[in-house]
């Protein structure tokens, strides 16, 4: 069975690193392009950064440019996002989900992990 | 920039239909998929390429894509529909996938 298994949320104060990690297994993950989705508490789904099976080609959200960097290891059916300079409004759950290129729909999504971040 | 717009809210009595419409220009050109999210849980995926099903789908779920508005179409409600909807959509031009507004589903 396909899955994503993320780790590394928690609480932070404004201004903190967190480092999220994103395990995949039951599927050839060094094919898969990888997202990380967040959902802010009561609001909607936001795509915050992707990084392509090879890592060629790496994509964030204008709300995280220049403070998140994503990035994997496919020899570990890793993926990671690295999040510094973090703002209250970057509070959410944090998703990691996989996407084939070709198919370009969101196929495997982990159970979430919660970022807080306050005071 | 592509915009996806769902309505906030569609309430629907058991028995009876809900249609959740997403909205973007020209959509029609382009596939769109549509996910359930229940309370506390992730996302899964209900239809894909405008109007397939997953393996493991009810029947009762539908979709469509015509001109700039997509359709997901749940047929006979039921209580365990109640979730909040989201469309999607990969835009080739940017190379990148976009998101709708998200539609709460309230079963009366």
């Known amino acids: 069975e396909a899955q994503l298994v993320e780790s590394g949320g928690g609480l932070v104060q404004p201004g903190g690193s967190l480092r999220l990690s994103c395990a995949a297994s039951?599927?050839?993950?060094?094919?898969?392009?990888i997202y990380w989705v967040r959902q802010g508490p009561g609001k909607g789904l936001e795509w915050v950064s992707y990084?392509?099976?090879?890592?060629?080609?790496?994509y964030y959200a204008d709300s995280v440019k220049g403070r998140f960097t994503i990035s994997r290891d496919n020899a570990k059916n890793s993926v990671y996002l690295q999040m510094n300079s973090l703002r209250v409004e970057d509070t959410a759950v944090y998703y990691c989900?996989?996407?084939?290129?070709?198919?370009?729909?969101?196929?495997?999504w982990g159970q979430g992990t919660l970022v807080t971040v306050s005071s | 920039s592509y915009v996806l717009t769902q309505p906030p809210s569609v309430s629907v009595a058991p028995g009876k239909t809900a249609t959740i419409t997403c909205g973007g220009n020209n959509i029609g050109s382009k596939s769109v998929h549509w996910y359930q999210q229940k309370s506390g849980q992730a996302p899964v995926m209900v239809i894909n390429f405008d109007s397939d099903r997953p393996s493991g789908i009810p029947e009762r779920f539908s979709g469509s894509n015509s001109g700039n508005t997509a359709t997901l179409t749940i047929s006979g409600v039921e209580a365990g529909d109640e979730a909040d909807y989201y469309c999607q959509v990969w835009d080739s031009s940017s190379d990148h996938v976009f998101l709708g507004t998200g539609t709460k589903v309230t079963v009366l």
């Open positions: 990084i392509s099976s090879g890592s060629g080609v790496i």
């Open positions: 039951g599927f050839t993950f060094s094919s898969y392009s």
């Open positions: 989900v996989s996407l084939l290129v070709g198919r370009y729909y969101f196929e495997h």
